[in-house]
């Protein structure tokens, strides 16, 4: 297993910038593919972004409405993957979580397909 926790939330203007951190612990973190993915009230938990392990190449992939907007990233000696969010919109606000796979090989965007979530962080994008 492996232990997640966010941070990095708060309420920002539209067109502001915020950057979320996730700290793992419990695994080695490098050899996880890690993401994104957000849940915003009454609606169904969606992906964000994400990054391949080191196995796969580290590949970042996202959602198209973030894409050119948000970064996944990750330090792997920190343990810490991170999402820079830029030019961020009121349709952003939702809950953000961090997710860790232990079974994929390749790219996905289902939720279903990573096993450790962390609490999740809020983010709130004022108009």
């Known amino acids: 297993q492996v232990h997640l926790v966010e941070s990095g939330g708060g309420l920002v203007q539209a067109g502001g910038s915020l950057r979320l951190s996730c700290t793992a612990s419990?695994?080695?973190?490098?050899?996880?593919?890690m993401g994104w993915f957000r849940q915003a009230p009454g609606k169904e938990r969606e992906f964000v972004a994400a990054?391949?392990?080191?196995?796969?190449?580290?590949?970042?992939y996202y959602r198209d409405s973030v894409k050119g907007r948000f970064t996944i990233s990750r330090d792997n000696a920190k343990s810490t993957m991170y999402l820079q969010m830029n030019s961020l919109k009121p349709e952003d606000t939702a809950v953000y979580y961090c997710?860790?796979?232990?079974?994929?090989?390749?790219?996905?965007?289902?939720?279903?397909?990573?096993?450790?979530w962390g609490q999740g962080t809020q983010v709130t994008v004022s108009s």
């Open positions: 997710a860790a796979s232990f079974t994929i090989t390749t790219m996905s965007s289902r939720a279903s397909d990573f096993d450790s």
């Open positions: 419990g695994r080695t973190f490098s050899t996880l593919p």
């Open positions: 990054r391949t392990s080191i196995w796969n190449g580290d590949y970042p």
